[in-house]
């Protein structure tokens, strides 16, 4: 069965600090993998994905994701946090050899950033 | 592209009520989903459909709860009767499938309460 956890309920930096958000998954093949954001009170937007190719995916507002097959993880990571980028960030996976098109989310992590 | 729209943005009801929420998706998009999202579950796909025909709704939670798309644009999600268990934001989002690789854009989402 396809499971995403984000281990961290919460993430504090200080603004100018990298921050790292983190995410691994459970497929059995091989992983379709996305980040989303959710400012409050907005729908989720999309930030990156990873489909095939190079591990580093780089998306919006200057984030961007490594890919690791064997630590079958997808962490979110940004050198430099903004106080902007204080919201809510799901990882997300679809599995490429399921057939269908359901994503799994996982249960969100809250970054909050301090100036 | 004015992106997806839902409506209502806010919707306060009573117990037993009816509600309807609507969604128009992003022009050229082939597949449309339902999501609603508690703090309690996180965010639960409800049903999506492909090319207007409903592919997997084993997320909608009983027979209360009714979806339809009618034509490319646009869909509804029905609860009838409603309860105050349903109370949640429910979003619609649409993709465009590109070989299951299509990332999600969702609306702003439509908050529920009933009463």
């Known amino acids: 069965a396809q499971s995403v956890a984000q281990p961290e309920d919460q993430v504090n930096v200080a603004e100018g600090n990298p921050l790292t958000v983190k995410c691994t998954y459970s497929?059995?093949?091989?992983?379709?993998l996305f980040w989303y954001v959710q400012y409050p009170n907005r729908g989720l937007q999309f930030l990156l994905k990873y489909i095939t190719g190079d591990n580093l995916v780089k998306g919006s507002y200057g984030f961007e994701a490594e890919f690791n097959k064997s630590q079958t993880s997808f962490h979110l990571k940004k050198p430099s946090a903004l106080v902007s980028d204080s919201a809510l960030y799901f990882c997300?996976?679809?599995?490429?050899?399921?057939?269908?098109?359901?994503?799994?989310f996982g249960t969100g992590t809250r970054l909050k950033v301090l100036a | 592209d004015a992106g997806v729209i839902q409506s209502p943005r806010h919707e306060v009801t009573e117990m037993g009520q009816e509600v309807t929420l609507r969604c128009k998706p992003i022009s050229g998009h082939d597949y449309l989903f339902w999501y609603r999202q508690t703090m309690m579950r996180g965010l639960e796909l409800l049903i999506y459909?492909?090319?207007?025909?409903?592919?997997?709704d084993s997320g909608m939670p009983e027979d209360r709860f009714s979806a339809k798309m009618p034509n490319a644009s646009f869909s509804t999600l029905k609860i009838q009767p409603s309860e105050p268990r349903d109370s949640a934001v429910y979003f619609c989002?649409?993709?465009?499938?590109?070989?299951?690789?299509?990332?999600?854009?969702f609306g702003e989402g439509s908050r529920l309460t009933v009463l």
């Open positions: 459909f492909n090319n207007n025909v409903p592919i997997d």
């Open positions: 497929v059995s093949g091989n992983p379709y």
């Open positions: 989002a649409s993709s465009l499938a590109q070989g299951f690789t299509g990332e999600l854009f």
């Open positions: 997300a996976v679809r599995d490429r050899g399921s057939g269908t098109y359901k994503y799994i």
